[in-house]
């Protein structure tokens, strides 16, 4: 009579194994083997591992993918004519790709950090920000908001920077509170939406995913991702190894 197969709760709570597999294990497997299969802290090791070597693997492709299409004359990253862009648009030093969601509160205080970056004397003039809208965070509402205010950057790109900045400080608890906020500009939100806007933002969306794009904030200094919020302090470290960089 073949022995029973007691498997803990413990090997459960870390990986599902078939019956069929777990029973061949013990019955045909030598028992060191069978040993080893079963033991929790062994099999805790090795799905440490591959999970860690999926992870560094997905990174190293979102690296390279981020580098080739920076490299691309026509990339999502650099080159959607409708993401909004602040600072620098021409010609900058270096540029920031910031993806956000109007109601992510992390977004709110980066765009704070953000805002001090533009305005400081010594990065004046040498940096651009391209908004990459990602609304990940407020369902409906961040959607509504991210295609109203790239529709309002279309009609009025000189005004989107004061339009970007009452969008970040209202708590936005309703699509009304957009339409008030854009009624201020004198515009009407009906006139901002389009299939053309919305279908941009849903590449913006596909290609975030490509490159690990988890949620809000993210971004993309040069060449390099940084997920979560970054501090003043932390942005600018970057963008002054992106331009000192350059100069070598």
């Known amino acids: 009579m073949k022995k029973s197969v ?5 090997v459960l709570s870390l990986v599902v ?6 029973a061949s294990i013990v019955n045909f497997a030598p028992p060191s083997v ?6 929790p802290n ?15 693997q997905s990174a190293k492709k979102a690296k390279e993918l981020i ?21 620098n648009t021409t010609n900058p030093a270096v540029t920031i790709v910031e993806y ?31 908004v990459k809208n990602y609304p990940v965070i407020g369902g409906e ?7 109203v205010a790239t529709g309002f950057y279309k009609a009025h790109p000189e005004k989107f920077s004061e339009l970007h900045d009452k969008l970040f400080a209202s708590p936005l608890a309703s699509a009304k509170e957009v339409d008030d906020i854009v009624h201020s500009f004198g515009e009407k939100p009906e006139n901002l939406k389009s299939d053309e806007i919305r279908n941009s933002i849903i590449a913006n969306f596909n290609f975030a995913r490509e490159i690990n794009v988890a949620g809000t904030p993210a971004f993309i200094i040069g060449d390099e991702f940084i997920g979560g919020f970054a501090s003043y302090e ?3 470290a970057k963008v002054d190894e992106k331009i000192n960089g350059k100069k070598k």
Do not use: M, W
């Not at 194994?17 to 777990?22: E, K, L, S």
């Open 6 to 10: 007691l498997i803990t709760t413990q």
């Open 17 to 22: 194994v078939p019956v069929v597999v777990i």
């Open 34 to 39: 069978a040993k080893f299969f079963l033991n």
């Open 42 to 56: 062994q099999l805790r090791a090795i799905i440490e591992h591959d999970q860690k070597n999926a992870e560094e």
């Open 67 to 87: 580098k080739s299409d920076i490299a691309n004359a026509t990339g999502n990253l650099l080159h959607n004519a409708l993401d909004p862009s602040l600072g």
């Open 100 to 130: 956000i969601d109007y109601k992510c509160g992390y977004c709110k205080k980066a765009h704070e950090e953000l805002h001090k970056l533009l305005a400081s004397e010594k990065y004046k003039g040498k940096v651009r920000v391209i």
């Open 141 to 147: 509402i961040s959607l509504y908001a991210a295609e």
């Open 234 to 236: 932390q942005l600018t």
